[in-house]
């Protein structure tokens, strides 16, 4: 794949936790309960230390901190661990992904003097973005936006488009330039797609903490809007017959062997990406099943064989899992015999909606 002395790029999820539940998230069960397979969890800033040491960081270009399942705004000590990175490395890049909704102003001040900039997901306006940023509160957003901005903090607004949102993007895009955004990104969400059953769904069931039905988050009408991945289904379907048929057969050119870029999971995991990751805990598989359970347990210690906390992360980067077991699952012919599903949709040929969410 790569060596660990090539890595330029580190995404970093330094917890599972968040304030929010949004319904296309892992994190909990559509929008309700929270996953039951998912440890709850954080890297403390002795954890990245030891993680992450000083002639590792020196050789980086950038760590964002986003993740699967967590908001970087949550973890205890993600002001100190930031400082930690911007001391060893004054010229790296270091960025932050949340909903915007926690902490208060001082901290935002102080997160505006150590990034290099902040995305923040706003999916709306104060009457929808809650419809998908469940539990925020639109009033915290906008005060802390308005901390991190003032004390001159560069800002991204990433908007993801809903059927219940799609009329407020022109108003977002000139909210975002009143607030003082750098950049303002419309993101059509690959999301409304059935793992399980490999075919795209219109529609996405939200649940209550109780397990109930609330509503349905739906894809916008105006075909603009639209994910162009997704709306290739039918195409695919008609060359292909299936499009797992045509996951099966697509060459897979790995995206972070490109990118030199490597993921740190809120267990101090180490994974290529965060496509691998999230296959450790989906909430509609049983425990520990599925292709990446299937190569981790190949492993002389299971799971522990990927901790950083445990092993170096270039020890584990320079052993098995990254040099044979992953880009072996990239060749196999078929699902049944290895092929890694996660690695045929997120970095196939002709279907790719992550990259898609952008265009
Ligand atoms: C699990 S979140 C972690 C970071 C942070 N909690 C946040 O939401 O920004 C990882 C990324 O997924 C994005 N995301 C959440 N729901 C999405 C969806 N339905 N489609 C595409 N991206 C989504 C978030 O906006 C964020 O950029
Ligand atoms: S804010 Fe991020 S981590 Fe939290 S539920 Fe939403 S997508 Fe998941
Ligand atoms: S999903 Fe697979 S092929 Fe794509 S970036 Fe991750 S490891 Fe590489």
Known sequence: MYSSNQITTVHLEITTKCNASCPMCLRTVLGGKINPHLPLTELKLADIETIFPATFVQQLKRIYLCGNYGDPIVATDTLEVLRYFRRLNPQLRLELFTNGSARNEQWWHDVAQVVTLCHFGIDGLEDTNHIYR?????????????????????????????????????????????????????????????????????????????????????????????????????????????????????????????????????????????????????????????????????LPNGLRSLDARQSSLCEIVDGPFFQKLIPAGWERPTFASGKIFACAKTCGQEFDPFRAQFT
């Open 134 to 298: 469940r539990g925020t509160k639109w009033t915290i957003l906008m005060r802390n936006i308005q901390a991190y901005i003032a004390a001159g903090g560069a800002a991204h607004w990433d908007y993801l488009v809903f059927r219940h949102n799609e009329h407020q993007v022109e108003p977002a895009r000139e909210l975002s330039q009143k607030l003082g955004f750098r950049s303002f990104q419309l993101k059509k969400t690959g999301r409304f797609f059935s793992n399980q059953k490999a075919v795209v769904k219109d529609q996405q069931e939200v649940h209550s903490a109780e397990g109930e039905l609330e509503y349905f988050l739906e894809m916008p009408l105006d075909p603009k809007y639209l994910n162009p991945s997704l709306a290739r289904e039918e195409a695919l379907v008609h060359e292909y017959g299936s499009l797992r048929a045509y996951l099966e057969k697509t060459r897979v050119t790995c995206k972070v062997a490109a990118e030199k870029s490597v993921y740190v999971s809120g267990e101090g995991l180490v994974f290529p990406c965060c496509w691998t990751a999230n296959q450790l805990y989906p909430w509609y598989r049983e425990p520990e099943s599925g292709d990446i359970w299937a190569l981790v347990k190949q």
